[in-house]
């Protein structure tokens, strides 16, 4: 009786196959070897969970109780498959990460967008499949957004290719809806994405406001007017302390750090209305040095001081004041600052606690914040989600 590692070894060859001890791990290195894996795995009654760059499984609930389970890497499928400077479209495989593509990119004067390094250090498979805040970026939107074609191996080892077509065509858009949904739909093994001239310059200022209140309003202000920053982050009076030296603003008050990126005078006028909308809120501009280290701890790797937040909350545009007041009233003595901000809201980041006091001895505060956040009408990032009925139903539909 051929069992499940003699036929992936039949598969892929010896090398490719090794034992893990939560089930077998496969490497394929083409798209009809994933094919092959996934129909293998399938016939022998075992389930297959995709794995990237960090080697981890999907997180979401498998129900599959306690059938074999198959690992599948996409660490072979990591090659530029086409690059069309003109369109400034790229095809790249799953398993290359978003540095590496960046590394590729970077000598043709082209980038994938102002995402966070930490983000580009995962392969391109699982920047699409896992859909988070952190993947976004004010000026180009959610990683995903970048997405217009994909190829996917589905449940019973059919390969699926969405057409490249403009907007206009009168065809469905099935391009994203593997999104998120974390391998349960399909394995990603490739996508053509947009990518993007690299900007000619990249400014930084600092700005105090009265209030977090205000901060947010000049904010949203700005994005109404049609600013497209390259990042944007509000620090509260004692999350700035933290973060900045010991920086000592009165109680109440707000730092605002932004960058605007892209040709000059483009990036000079993005720059603007963010300090013209400052300006309307009662605040200030500040020393732009400050604007400096938190972009070069954000994309240059230098260290941030301090444990990270303890708790994470998403919150539309109408929530972000409620959230925040919400949480420092449950919880005196907590700090946050907020970012990711987009047109349907922001992640505000929660600290609270002596400064390296472990986790588990912040359980209850932790529980209390939680509970005030969701009351004001935030969604917390940081609780797995399990998988929505009717993408249950669209995943059995598709597996069969």
Request: net charge negative; proline share 7%.
């Amino acid at each position: 009786m051929t069992t499940l590692r003699d036929s992936l070894v039949n598969a892929l060859g010896a090398e490719h196959v090794s034992e893990l001890p939560e089930g077998l791990r496969a490497a394929p290195g083409s798209p009809a070897e994933v094919a092959e894996v996934v129909r293998r795995a399938g016939t022998l009654g075992a389930a297959v969970h995709p794995v990237g760059a960090g080697g981890r499984p999907s997180r979401i609930n498998d129900p599959r109780g306690d059938r074999p389970r198959v690992f599948v890497s996409t660490e072979r499928l990591d090659q530029v498959l086409q690059l069309d400077e003109l369109s400034l479209l790229v095809h790249a495989q799953a398993g290359l990460t978003g540095l590496d593509l960046e590394r590729i990119l970077a000598p043709r004067g082209l980038s994938i967008g102002d995402y966070p390094p930490v983000v580009l250090t995962s392969s391109l498979g699982g920047i699409l499949a896992v859909r988070t805040p952190g993947k976004s970026s004010a000026r180009h939107g959610f990683f995903e957004e970048a997405m217009v074609g994909v190829s996917a191996v589905l449940a019973d080892g059919r390969t699926v290719h969405t057409h490249i077509t403009p907007h206009h065509s009168t065809n469905p858009n099935l391009t994203h809806i593997l999104c998120g949904s974390e391998g349960t739909l399909g394995f990603i093994t490739s996508a053509v994405l947009r990518i993007h001239p690299r900007p000619e310059s990249r400014l930084v200022a600092a700005y105090i406001l009265p209030s977090v209140d205000a901060a947010v309003s000049a904010v949203y202000l700005a994005l109404r007017e049609e600013a497209a920053p390259s990042g944007v982050r509000i620090y509260d009076a004692a999350e700035a302390a933290r973060h900045f030296d010991g920086l000592s603003l009165p109680a109440g008050n707000a730092l605002v750090v932004a960058a605007t990126a892209g040709p000059t005078d483009l990036a000079a006028c993005d720059r603007d209305l963010i300090t013209s909308a400052v300006l309307a809120e009662g605040g200030t501009q500040t020393d732009g040095s400050l604007a400096e280290l938190w972009w070069r701890r954000l994309h240059a790797g230098e260290p941030t001081p301090g444990p990270a937040p303890a708790l994470q909350v998403m919150a539309t545009p109408a929530k972000l004041r409620p959230v925040y007041h919400a949480v420092l009233a449950a919880i005196p003595g907590a700090r946050a600052h907020i970012s990711r901000f987009d047109p349907d809201g922001a992640v505000i980041f929660f600290s609270f606690g002596p400064e390296n006091a472990p986790l588990s001895d912040l359980a209850g505060d932790l529980a209390t914040a939680e509970k005030a956040a969701e009351v004001a009408g935030g969604w917390l990032l940081a609780r797995a989600v399990k998988l929505d009925a009717y993408l249950r139903a669209l995943r059995d539909a598709l597996d069969h």
